[in-house]
């Protein structure tokens, strides 16, 4: 297994053009597809409440307002850029001595990949492209994400290797699929930063390619509907409008972030060069267009007659609507360009119904589109041979960045692009120009990581060290930029220092396969044999985890796992017995209970470690709890945390001097009980507050829209309700989308970083926000209720109703005395160490289709308090059942914290 990654890794660099080093000096530079060298903001997924729900991306939200272009969108191929893989053809691909089967069944699409006695089966669980052309594969890992060496091509109906792998003899499915790769064929890829394929889960906040991408950030425009609010992009100035379609078809020869950015930092309604420099191949006036590539539209088309005679006024905008399903493409694009060309034709000239892009567009093959044709966008009058430019051309702006950056950016570009060509004036001229501003950017870890890649090529190691060193002084905590300080160690022969940044680069990121490969070559050259089969192991089985097989997919497709925490977690020790659904919930309750954060206890970034006495104490009370309700209530939990603690960290053990006698709490007189209302009638009011059951009844769906204020920050909230009792409410924050969600089954939240599916206990609370009649269906939730005398609710007076049922926290109900709505519900859910209290008030009822509707809720928890305020309510309204559907279940095992 080694040596199969070790080799397979090696060539996906090349392929990727990762690693120049790799080839020739034995390092692992990483290059131009792997810039990003910013610090991870999340490594561990930590075990504190998951925040409030959030709203939706896109076309789900534009749809209200732009239902037609929305529709005509999702038939565009760029909506259809990057799917879930469902049943795909089936077919095989010899390549040597591997052979790749792909087949589809119950349990998704599979592709096998068999070499010699290896066999492995991976489930595929992305298709990237729209189907027009090809589509590629990409498999998810542990949050890994790989690409298959396979595609499958249109227009011939057939499989055959991908783009990049047609000359390798033996291909795999170690090529890593980095944040650039993805850039144009993904709504939303949550990388994260300083690793090299490695994303949150879920993967994905949007697969295809959202209005977003185009037209900007929607959150101004919700506020605030109208044209100004929103990017139109045909109604920028040129080069903002241009940059919109060149941030994926532009690539050019290299792109250079400005310091402090990543290519995704764009923003629609910017300059392209704002975020980033696109450097291209100089073409002197009357030289060839260099090779064909799909990413260069731009670049063919500006060389067009008709945009240069154009004073900027043709753009892709012209003839490309993506808001358009064409019947005819033929008649669409010669009216576009009989738009312009209205002139006499010639007698020789084709008749005006001809097809123009036949003869002035050809499609040609394409050199990074595998076995694809596309279209030619230089628009010839007649079409001339392709052929490729010299060998040292000199390269240049799309359109220069800010003063102050340009030296830096094109630096880097040399050094680049002299790193694929394998040419040392670029590289040498590159590092002349970056020496000429360092103090500027005496600062900027990519600064620092480009002038170590040119002195590494130079030899000259000594000062390599130090600026790759450097670099990672600034970026201490990424795995790429530890890899690549490894290289200079390697090419002096300290051997001993190499490693020491290799196995920090592989404890960061435990799948950078180009870091293991060499890790494990060095441990080998150095006689270190046990340590190179132990990692050689764990990176095998981490793949083996993650492709597993059919069976193990069905057999892990079961949502509520019954597997103990002790089989799931590291080192639990005291809780070892209860289901591992239930841990979460229990470590939230010590949480709230003691008014702490996880960190109290845990160590960040290593949940397992016991390094923190706090840990160990948990682990003793938590053991005393247990034997206090053993010995003395017969096994029932009388005591918890919070007993003792009451939100404190420390209880307290001394009673506490107070001016004034703490009175016992009042009890109703009798009088006051004999004039309280019976359960039947406070629900009989509260269900004809809200409408009665007929009007209700004729409601099945809810789409609301409006803001979440939390945390002194307020953000927009999309709800989504649909008879008898699913839920889903989306909050986007500023690191991406949460969602909570109840199909009916099983609930679910989803942050950036992770995904949790509800405990049975979890469950149950959430089915009562879910459920759609709840007024109606009271009654049958509870087999007998207590009426009480309830507190003052923002100075209205209440009846506290109790429901209880065998087995199941209570459920109290605040009832307004005067109108019989709904002011205040309080829910539990149980955990093994206590219960988890949930507490929402409602406020600014208003009607809606006959029913009121709570307009304003605020949720709250120990330690954690919103407010949502509804803007917009529609019901009746077509909701998708698949909105409530929760993700699939991960590849691999969950990630194991530590507990107690």
Request: proline letters at 7%; aromatic letters at 8%; one cysteine or more.
């Amino acid at each position: 297994m080694a040596g199969r990654f070790q080799r397979a890794t090696a060539r996906q660099t090349i392929c990727l053009a990762v690693a120049f080093h790799v080839v020739f000096l034995g390092s692992i530079s990483l290059g131009r597809c792997l810039s990003d060298r910013r610090t991870p903001a999340f490594h561990n997924a930590q075990a504190a409440e998951l925040p409030p729900p959030g709203e939706p991306t896109g076309a789900a939200r534009c749809v209200f307002c732009h239902a037609t272009e929305v529709e005509g969108y999702a038939r565009s191929a760029m909506a259809h850029s990057l799917r879930r893989a469902a049943q795909e053809p089936g077919g095989t691909v010899t390549a040597g001595d591997t052979k790749i089967t792909m087949h589809s069944s119950a349990g998704g699409y599979w592709q096998r990949w068999e070499s010699g006695e290896d066999k492995s089966d991976y489930r595929v669980d992305y298709v990237v492209g729209s189907g027009s052309h090809a589509s590629g594969y990409l498999i998810d890992l542990g949050g890994h994400l790989f690409q298959s060496p396979v595609a499958y091509y249109k227009s011939r109906q057939s499989y055959d290797l991908a783009p990049g792998y047609e000359n390798l003899p033996d291909p795999d499915f170690t090529r890593p699929v980095s944040e650039e790769c993805l850039l144009c064929h993904s709504g939303t890829a949550l990388h994260i930063p300083g690793t090299l394929n490695h994303y949150r889960s879920p993967i994905f906040a949007a697969t295809g390619i959202t209005c977003e991408r185009c037209h900007g950030p929607v959150e101004k425009h919700l506020a605030d509907p109208r044209a100004g609010t929103i990017v139109n992009p045909a109604k920028l100035e040129p080069g903002a409008r241009d940059s919109v379609c060149e941030q994926c078809h532009l690539f050019g020869s290299a792109r250079v972030p400005n310091p402090g950015k990543k290519l995704s930092d764009f923003v629609p309604g910017h300059r392209l060069e704002q975020t980033y420099t696109i450097y291209r191949n100089a073409v002197p006036a009357g030289s060839p267009a260099g090779d064909f590539k799909v990413i260069s539209h731009v670049e063919q088309l500006a060389q067009s007659a008709c945009a240069r005679n154009s004073a900027s006024r043709l753009w892709c905008g012209t003839c490309h609507n993506p808001h358009e399903n064409l019947a005819d493409s033929v008649a669409y694009y010669r009216a576009r360009c009989l738009a312009c060309h209205t002139a006499s034709f010639p007698a020789a000239h084709p008749a005006r119904d001809s097809d123009c892009l036949g003869c002035h567009m050809p499609r040609r093959d394409a050199k990074d589109g595998g076995h694809a044709a596309f279209t030619d966008h230089r628009i010839q009058r007649r079409p001339e041979p392709q052929r490729d430019l010299p060998a040292n051309s000199e390269i240049e702006a799309w359109r220069e960045p800010p003063p102050d950056l340009r030296q830096r950016n094109l630096g880097i570009a040399r050094i680049d692009v002299g790193m694929q060509r394998h040419s040392s004036p670029f590289v040498i001229q590159g590092y002349r120009d970056l020496t000429e501003v360092q103090q500027q950017f005496r600062n900027d870890a990519d600064f620092f990581k480009w002038i170590g890649e040119a002195l590494l090529i130079g030899k000259q190691t000594a000062d390599a060290k130090f600026a790759f060193e450097r670099a990672l002084q600034l970026d201490s905590n990424s795995a790429l930029s530890e890899a690549s300080a490894a290289s200079p160690y390697m090419q002096e022969g300290d051997v001993e220092r190499a490693i020491a940044h290799l196995e920090r680069a592989v404890s960061l990121d435990p799948l950078n396969l180009p870091a293991a490969s060499t890790l494990i070559g060095l441990y080998q050259k150095e006689g270190k044999t046990a340590e190179a089969a132990a990692l050689s192991g764990k990176i095998k089985t981490a793949m083996s985890e993650g492709s597993g097989s059919e069976n193990d997919a069905r057999k892990d497709s079961t949502i509520d796992s019954p597997k103990k925490a002790g089989e799931v977690y590291i080192n639990i020790q005291i809780l070892k017995q209860i289901r591992s659904s239930e841990l979460i919930p229990a470590m939230q309750f010590i949480a709230a209970s003691l008014g702490v954060e996880c960190e109290y206890c845990h160590v960040r970034g290593a949940f397992d470690k016991d390094d923190k006495k706090t840990k160990v104490t948990a682990r003793k009370m938590i053991t005393m709890m247990m034997a206090i309700n053993k010995d003395n209530f017969e096994g029932h939990r009388e005591v918890t945390c919070y007993s003792c603690h009451r939100g404190a960290a420390e209880p307290v053990g001394t009673p506490v001097i107070s001016g004034e006698e703490i009175a016992p709490a009042e009890q109703p007189l009798e009088s006051a009980k004999a004039a309280l209302p019976a359960a039947d009638q406070l629900l009989e009011k509260y269900l004809a507050a809200v409408g009665g059951a007929a009007a209700l009844q004729k409601i099945t769906s809810r789409v609301a829209q409006g803001t979440a204020s939390f945390a002194g920050q307020k953000v927009s909230v999309d709800l989504f309700a649909k008879a008898p009792d699913k839920r889903l409410s989306v909050m986007h924050l500023k690191d991406g989308e949460s969602l909570t969600a109840f199909d009916g089954h099983q609930g679910w939240l989803s942050v950036p970083s992770r995904v949790h599916m509800m405990s049975a206990a979890e469950n149950a609370a959430a089915s009562i926000d879910a459920d759609f009649y709840l007024p109606i269906d009271i009654k049958s939730r509870y087999e007998k209720f207590r009426v009480e005398p309830g507190e003052k609710i923002d100075g209205q007076e209440t009846y506290l109703l109790t429901g209880r049922k065998e087995g199941q926290p209570p459920l109290r109900l605040y009832l307004d005395v005067q109108s019989g709505l709904l002011l205040r519900l309080v829910r539990y859910a149980e955990t093994p160490l206590g219960r988890n209290p949930t507490q929402v008030d409602y406020a600014d009822y208003r009607e809606v289709d006959r029913i009121k509707i709570p307009f304003r809720w605020t949720l709250a928890r120990p330690g954690n308090r919103f407010t949502i305020q509804l803007e917009q309510v529609q019901q009746n309204v077509s909701v998708d059942d698949a909105k409530f559907t929760p993700p699939p279940p991960p590849p691999s095992p969950p990630q194991k914290p530590g507990g107690r």
